[in-house]
């Protein structure tokens, strides 16, 4: 009984590692003529070495685990530093099980991974024996596990140790677990662990991977068990009946195939139980020899997506037809079109091999259906893959048209024509057929067709013979049709037969013939096509066919009375473009229109160019409309329009955003035309424009030449104003002052004029010279009305005599300006920054005051103190205005004046030939008033610091500030001792 089970496992598993012979049709058998191949291949029968690598599988761990080979690195690094923990740790604590049960896991999982790319057929360059590194993996579990249930006998877990060890120690061919294994499934019987152990006990059983009897498949096909593993057992079961049960094992093989699905290689492609089920499956198909596909089998393929299967299959039925009934064998070929995914190649070949078979059977009919499918399956054949073939066809086909010019032959002639010059391109270039294909519609006067395909075969005609006669042919159809017989007369609204489109293709005949012919019949046919065009293609294309007759045939009878219809037609429908552009023709063609009104074409064009200009402008296609109209100037300069078209120039230079343009047009309008009563308004716009694309002194021009030439106009003042602005803006100091003169000298109101004064005295002082500015101030108080503008003038004429170090003018000026009794806070403030400004002045004094040289020492020490007192008064002056930034300077000059004079006292030594009564008296005065200025030093320069919250002049002078309040703070008293 053993034996025989035996030789029974190890057939299996030989039966499962060879592969089956393709079963092809033998094609010497499949065709009468013995000249086609299978189409398809059969699929590859792939090997399955290790079909139990995926049977009895912990699913707890294969749901949570990652397959990914790039997570093989980081679980053998996780192992290392666990086995090394595990191995550490003293005593049986519940950590030390906690980790080896990760390690148990890790184990676990690793094994999985490496039994699932064997099982897959896949490689891991790590691992070049994979069966080698799978004991291996399998081995760690199993000594793992057995740790484990050594350590800790009483855990929950120990089931599930125990598991992991019986599976483990199966799977590398461990006989001696059999007893083992038998008794936990008895034990745990109907539980998952017990299945597991059943399902891949009979696997390695009837793969003959080991030596022990684990049960039938047949009784493991009966458990519950995850999927996987039963659609291997199912394949191992199938593959055991093939010779003896082949129904049950078609069954089997496609619920093992469906139920495999899951198992797949990376990138999604279908794994090898749902493959190696397939091709069983397909075998078993084709060995019946079947007529007509069976549907089931092609339904089961398509659902599980094995369209390669399908093909195979279908065609091997086709193949079978063919002796016996070429209709049928076409037939199961066409149901191939119906499967999902079929390439545009496979369809292509398919369809050719369905009109081979037709033409094999020399059936008309037949063939066309065919040709007509291949047609719509494959438009990039290589044509000679085909040409043959057309032409067995066409030549049986003509063949049946000369010997019965029937309506019906004919038409079945022309639509294998039509069929062939779509897809064949030997075919259609052949010009013979194409006239075959004319000359047969004709016998059965089908001057419609005749008529359209005539006009097909003169465009694609190789040589001009050809093209002529294909346009003869049509333009014969089309006059039998239409009824044209003789050139038109130029009148409106023509008799024509027929219908639009005809007569449109009647005039595409003629266009073509033209070239073709020469003399009065090419000039008829020119004119005629011109007038015709006219009247069915509309106007556009009508007066370009005229213009092209006109100018090839000027000296034409018909041209004159054609210029003449030309032009009235234009004009009436308003039409200045064309009406331009015939004028100009007529003229360089020396035509003149036959008509009285039409005599002076220089006018005419005169007149269609200003109004095409002016159309472009309503249309608001300003950029067009404003290069028409400069045109027009530079084509009739001295025409009454011209000043006119180049202001409508302008006009819409300026509206189409091309300010620059706008402005050149202005000025050649002012050169060209500087009587014109558009001047004034043009040169007014022009200085306005120029401003306002930033060409300042352009404009600055603009504006001076407007107050010139227009003084009594009252606008000449802003004029020379804006003009003033503008040099200013340039730098261009000189001229902005000269216009401004020239402004204030214009106007009459006199606050005006103060404030343009103001405006030149201000560039006098800064960029003028000390005489200038001192006039120009001195105007300016002449002028004013107001004490404001008086105080900021003289504020002014301190600073000049200032800078030129005229002292005594400064103290003058400065006496007359506090003098005078203001409330705004801008007169305030230049009067507070006048006595700072005085009181710096009075400050450079001071240092060089030395009482040791006068006389009366004691009243040289009085007379400093008293010049001190008035100068640190001025010199504080800005803090009386509220938030001036200049109060934090004063503070810190006043604290420098303190310290400097006190420093000053502290020089005095009276000698000793002085009184000692004066000595004691100005020793005293010095020791007091030292102190005093050396702590007002200190307060000063602390308020100057808080000032700077106010702001100062600029950052260099703070920064100076804080650093001397910084260090009167790290003195007590100066000592200068």
């Excluded at 009067?831 to 009366?856: C, H, W, Y």
Aim: net charge positive.
């Amino acid at each position: 009984m053993w034996l025989k089970l035996f030789i029974l496992n190890l057939a299996l598993s030989s039966s499962i590692v060879l592969q089956y012979p393709p079963p092809f049709v033998e094609v010497a058998s499949a065709n009468p003529g013995s000249t086609l191949r299978p189409l398809f291949a059969e699929p590859r029968v792939p090997q399955l070495n290790f079909l139990t690598d995926f049977i009895g599988r912990d699913q707890d761990v294969v749901q949570v685990m990652s397959f990914d080979a790039s997570q093989v690195e980081t679980r053998m690094t996780q192992l290392r530093a666990m086995e090394q923990d595990f191995q550490s740790m003293q005593g049986k604590s519940r950590e030390a099980m906690q980790l080896g049960v990760r390690v148990l896991s890790l184990h676990h999982q690793h094994a999985l991974y490496l039994e699932n790319i064997r099982g897959l057929g896949l490689t891991d360059k790590r691992y070049p024996d994979i069966d080698h590194f799978i004991k291996v993996a399998r081995r760690h579990v199993i000594s793992y596990s057995q740790k484990l249930l050594k350590a800790y006998p009483q855990s929950p877990y120990g089931r599930k140790w125990r598991i992991s060890e019986i599976i483990s120690r199966m799977r590398i061919g461990d006989d001696s677990v059999f007893k083992t294994a038998v008794a936990f499934a008895k034990k745990t019987s109907g539980s998952a662990e017990a299945n597991r152990i059943k399902a891949l006990g009979a696997a390695l059983t009837a793969s003959g991977k080991t030596r022990q009897n684990y049960g039938s498949l047949d009784s493991a096909l009966e458990l519950n068990i995850d999927a996987h593993s039963m659609s291997s057992l199912k394949l191992l079961a199938a593959e055991s009946l093939v010779k003896k049960n082949k129904a049950r094992s078609m069954r089997l093989f496609q619920q093992a195939a469906r139920e495999g699905l899951g198992i797949k290689r990376p990138g999604g492609d279908s794994g090898p139980i749902t493959k190696r089920a397939s091709a069983r499956i397909l075998h078993l198909a084709v060995s019946s020899k079947p007529r007509r596909p069976d549907s089931g089998v092609v339904d089961f393929f398509q659902g599980i997506g094995m369209r390669e299967h399908v093909q195979f299959y279908i065609e091997q039925a086709a193949l079978n037809n063919i002796p016996r009934s070429p209709e049928t064998a076409i037939g199961v070929y066409d149901s191939l079109f119906n499967i999902n995914g079929t390439s545009r190649e496979a369809r292509s070949r398919v369809a050719l091999r369905t009109l081979d078979i037709a033409i094999s059977a020399r059936k008309l009919p037949l063939i066309e259906d065919r040709w007509k499918r291949l047609s719509r399956e494959s438009n990039k054949m290589k044509t000679q893959e085909v040409f043959s073939r057309v032409l067995k066809t066409q030549n049986l086909s003509w063949s049946t048209v000369t010997k019965k010019p029937t309506p019906a032959n004919v038409e079945q002639f022309v639509r294998l024509h039509d069929s062939f010059s779509r897809s064949i391109p030997l075919y259609a270039s052949d010009d013979k057929w194409k006239l075959r294909s004319l000359e047969a519609l004709s016998t059965v006067n089908q001057h419609g067709q005749v008529s359209k395909r005539a006009d097909v075969v003169a465009r694609e005609a190789k040589t001009p013979k050809t093209k002529l006669a294909a346009l003869r042919f049509s333009a014969r159809a089309k006059e039998k049709l239409i009824g044209i017989t003789q050139v038109p007369k130029f009148s409106k609204n023509p008799s024509l037969n027929g219908g639009r489109k005809l007569s449109l293709d009647y005039i595409a005949v003629n266009q073509a013939i033209i070239p073709l012919v020469s003399g009065t019949e090419k000039e008829r046919a020119m004119f005629q096509v011109a007038y015709m065009t006219m009247q069915v293609k509309g106007r556009k294309e009508g007066n370009q066919s005229f213009m092209t007759t006109l100018k090839s045939n000027p000296r034409s009878p018909l041209a004159p009375s054609a210029a003449a219809y030309l032009l009235d037609d234009a004009l009436s429908q308003n039409d200045y473009v064309f009406t331009e552009r015939l004028a100009r023709s007529l003229k360089k063609w020396s035509i003149r229109p036959s008509t009285k009104r039409f005599a002076n074409l220089n006018a005419i064009l005169e007149f269609a160019v200003f109004e095409q200009a002016k159309f472009l402008a309503q249309q608001n296609k300003n950029a067009e409309a404003a290069n028409k109209f400069v045109a027009f100037q530079k084509e009739f300069p001295k025409s009454k329009k011209a000043d006119m078209a180049l202001h409508l120039a302008s006009r819409n230079y300026t509206a189409a955003r091309q300010v620059d343009s706008s402005i050149k047009q202005m000025e050649r309008l002012l050169e060209f035309y500087p009587k014109s009563p558009l001047a004034k308004e043009t040169l007014w716009a022009a200085a306005e424009q120029s401003k306002s694309i930033g060409q300042l002194l352009r404009s600055a021009r603009h504006y001076s030449s407007f107050g010139n030439r227009y003084r009594t106009e009252g606008i000449d003042r802003s004029a020379w104003y804006r003009a003033a602005e503008l040099h200013k803006s340039l730098g261009r100091f000189s001229d902005s002052i000269a216009s401004y003169e020239k402004h204030m000298n214009a106007v009459t109101n006199k606050t005006e004029k103060v404030r343009v004064a103001k405006e030149i005295a201000s560039m006098q002082h800064k960029y003028g010279s000390a005489q200038e500015g001192l006039a120009s101030y001195d105007r300016v108080i002449k002028l004013a009305s107001d004490r404001s503008t008086e105080v900021w003038a003289r504020y002014h004429m301190v600073e000049i005599f200032l800078r030129q170090s005229m002292d005594i003018e400064a103290r003058a000026a400065s006496k007359k300006l506090l003098s005078i009794s203001v409330t705004d806070k801008e007169s305030l403030t230049l009067q507070a920054r006048t006595r700072f400004n005085m009181g710096r002045l009075e400050a450079s004094k001071i240092a060089e005051v030395d009482p040791m040289r006068e006389s009366n020492l004691y009243a040289a020490v009085q007379s400093l103190i008293k010049v001190y007192n008035e100068t640190k008064k001025n010199l504080i002056a800005p803090c009386e205005v509220p938030g001036l930034e200049w109060c934090s300077v004063g503070y810190y000059e006043a604290a420098k004046l303190s310290e400097s004079t006190a420093e000053k006292l502290l020089t005095v030594r009276p000698p000793p030939t002085l009184d000692p009564a004066v000595v004691n008296k100005v020793t005293l005065l010095v020791k007091q008033e030292s102190d005093r200025l050396i702590a007002e030093s200190n307060a000063y320069a602390s308020q100057a610091e808080t000032a700077l919250s106010q702001g100062a002049p600029d950052a260099e002078v703070a920064e100076r500030i804080r650093s001397y309040a910084q260090r009167s703070r790290g003195q007590d008293a100066v000592d200068l001792q």
